[in-house]
Structure formats: structure tokens, C-alpha cells
């Protein structure tokens, strides 16, 4: 049982190990996104005059949507069409503006991390590589169990060579299995949406998952936004909730949705959202606090995965913690591919090489 554990263990991280690699290290980037991106403002949430001026830069550029500044990252971001994008300033100022994802790093890194640069088709690979490092902690745990008396702490191998390479990959895996564990489970039950709905429907009856997710009406007013009053009325609504983000209708009939954040949701954006026809009245408001057990089980998987968790004191620790599960899913993945395809092919160097007549 255990050879056969072994072997497929070795064949998946020979296979697929460069793909694991990609996301740890894309993962451990984006962590620190605020830090790094050049784009140096006061980080603060905005006043309502702000909010309005970033709502009209937003409407001028044609944006779907803006995720408004905070004080983790100070500054507006709105999404454009195909790809496009564009930083704005609390005075609406545009600060930078990008016509595809390829045109800024952090865009490049994000659609890297999330679709493998291959659309909705690398998402799928992406979550199935999440399912895959989930079975890799496991069965490697598994298989370190027996050796655990020889464990030696190395941030890299001693020497580069297979022996070395095998024995670092074995303990660091079982001291990163966690970490991993909960980075690998949190994205793929994002990105394999089914999946993720059959892990967690059990913990709600499936009519009130399915009445909070309900659509929302439509706007039958067909008046233009009064943004003063839609901020009035979530103002209204939740008292102790900020607007985060503002999303524009996609099509003719469909509302305007305000997405807030209340004190004790973890998700940086909150999942609390008001659906608003142009003049204010609320069609529709979702309180991400009374949600269903299920829904606000998949709200925490965003925070849990990105380790951004709003104004709790675990944000750093396990900013920190997933950065180090990241670099580690890197090194494990592509060690274990130099690994497995040099014990593969040594052995047939060495063969060819003895075949070979020597001259003289």
C-alpha cells in the first residue's frame, strides 16, 4: 500500500508539479499586492463627496464596476471592458489606466494566479490543481510519517542532489502541509463552484440558500441614477455598513447594486449588497450577517484564501503564514518535477553511455 502511495505520489508531482509551482508563487505575490504596486496614495476609505467624484470618474470611463479606496489600498479601482482597467484617486483623478491585463504586472499576476493566462479553461485547471496539492498534503503526510524521527529543518536542500532534494521536499511538506491544505481546499472550492455547493449545502436547507440567492427584481423606473440618494439609502439601510463597491446595471431593466461591508464580515469588499433602482428605492437587500450558515461559509473562503480579513488581528499572521504555504508550494512543486524526471532519465544516460563502444 505504501509503494503504491509512493509511486503516485512521485507521477502527479512529476506531472504536474511546475503547474503547483505557478500558483504558490503567483499566490505569495499577490499577497502583497498594496506594497508593491506603484501607485503611491494615502491609504484611506473615502468620504461621500469622494465617493461621489470616484462614482463620476467611473461613469465617465465607462466602467462596470469601481472598488472604492480603503486603508489597506488607498486608491479606486475601476474595471473596464475586455480586460481594461484603471486606478483613480479619491478626487477621481485618474492615476493609471490599462487596456488588457497584459498591460500591468499585477493584472498579468492575477490572471495567472486565478485562469492560468488560459481564460475560464485554466480556472477549471487551476481548481483541479488546488484539489491536487490537497491530495499532495495529505499522502505526503502520510508517506513522512514513518521517517518523521530523521525530520530536519531547511528552509532549502542541503545539497543539490536528488537524495538532498527528496529528504528537504519530504519535511518541509509535512511542516507547510496545513498552510497548504487550507490555501489548496479554500481556492478550489471557489474556482469548481459545484464542488464547492456540494461541500457546503449541508450546512443550510438547500430553499434558504436558494431564496438568498435569489434575483434580484428590475429596475422598472428607467430613471437615471441619483447617486446622493443611492448612497443615502444604504446609508440608511446599514447604518454601520461602508460602501465598497459600486456596480453598474449590464444591461436595460437591471439595477444598480451597492456592495458594503459591516463590522464583523471578513471579506475586505463585504458580501453585504442593496439593489437599488435609479432614484433610491431599495429592491432588493442582502445582509451577509443573516445569511444562511452555507452562504456565509463560502463568503469566508475569499478572506481565508487571500488572507485579507478586514480589521481582524489575524490578517497579518496569516498574511505571513500563507506567503511562507505559497513560497513552499513553489519550491516543493518544482523540486519534485527536477527530481522526478532526473531519476527517470539518469538511469538512462547511464544505459546509453555503457552501450556506447569507447574509441581506442
Known amino acids: 500500500m505504501r509503494a503504491a502511495l509512493l509511486l503516485l505520489h512521485r507521477w502527479m508531482g512529476g506531472l ?4 503547483l509551482a505557478v500558483l504558490g508563487l503567483s499566490g505569495a505575490l499577490l499577497l502583497w499586492k498594496p506594497w508593491w504596486v506603484n501607485v503611491a496614495q494615502t491609504p484611506r476609505a473615502p ?22 479606496p480603503s486603508a489597506e489600498f488607498g486608491v479606486a479601482q475601476a474595471g473596464l471592458p475586455e480586460g ?6 479619491h478626487d477621481g483623478t485618474v492615476l493609471a489606466r490599462w487596456g488588457s491585463t497584459w498591460d500591468r504586472p499585477e493584472t ?3 490572471d495567472l494566479h486565478h485562469h492560468l493566462l488560459a481564460g475560464e479553461t485554466g480556472e477549471l485547471v487551476a481548481g483541479w490543481l488546488g484539489i491536487a496539492a490537497a491530495l499532495f498534503c495529505i499522502t505526503g503526510v502520510i508517506l513522512w510519517w514513518p521517517t518523521r524521527r530523521t525530520f530536519q529543518w531547511r528552509a532549502l536542500p542541503a545539497r543539490m542532489t536528488r537524495p538532498a532534494i527528496i529528504r528537504h521536499h519530504r519535511d518541509i511538506g509535512a511542516v507547510l502541509s496545513l498552510p ?10 471557489m474556482v469548481l463552484r459545484p464542488l464547492g455547493q456540494a461541500v457546503l449545502s449541508p450546512l443550510s436547507p438547500a430553499g434558504a440558500v436558494a431564496a438568498w440567492q435569489a434575483k434580484p427584481p428590475a429596475d422598472q423606473s428607467n430613471t437615471a441614477a441619483d447617486w446622493p440618494a ?19 446595471p449590464k444591461a436595460a431593466g437591471e439595477a444598480v447594486t451597492i456592495r458594503l461591508r459591516r463590522p464583523s464580515e471578513w471579506h475586505p469588499n463585504g458580501r453585504t449588497t442593496l439593489t437599488l433602482a435609479g432614484d433610491g428605492t431599495i429592491l432588493l437587500a442582502r445582509d451577509a450577517l443573516a445569511a444562511p450558515l452555507a452562504v456565509r461559509a463560502g463568503n469566508a473562503l475569499y478572506p481565508l484564501h487571500s488572507a485579507r480579513m478586514a480589521d481582524s488581528a489575524l490578517a497579518l499572521p496569516l498574511r505571513i503564514v500563507m506567503t511562507l504555504a505559497g513560497i ?20 538512462r544516460i547511464a544505459a546509453i553511455r555503457s552501450e556506447t563502444p569507447q574509441a581506442g
Open 84 to 89: 481594461g482597467g484603471a486606478y483613480l484617486a
Open 230 to 248: 443611492l448612497l443615502a439609502a444604504a446609508r440608511t439601510r446599514f447604518p454601520d455598513g461602508t460602501a465598497r463597491m459600486i456596480v453598474w
Open 328 to 347: 513552499g508550494l513553489s519550491l516543493l512543486g518544482s523540486l519534485a518535477v527536477v527530481t522526478f524526471w532526473k531519476g527517470r532519465t539518469a538511469p
Open 108 to 110: 498579468w499576476l492575477f
Open 47 to 68: 468620504s461621500e463627496a469622494e465617493t461621489l467624484a470616484i462614482i463620476a470618474a467611473g461613469e465617465q470611463l465607462g466602467a462596470g464596476y469601481v472598488t472604492l
Open 16 to 19: 504536474i508539479g511546475l503547474g
Open 180 to 189: 497548504i491544505l487550507l490555501a489548496a481546499i479554500t481556492g478550489a472550492l
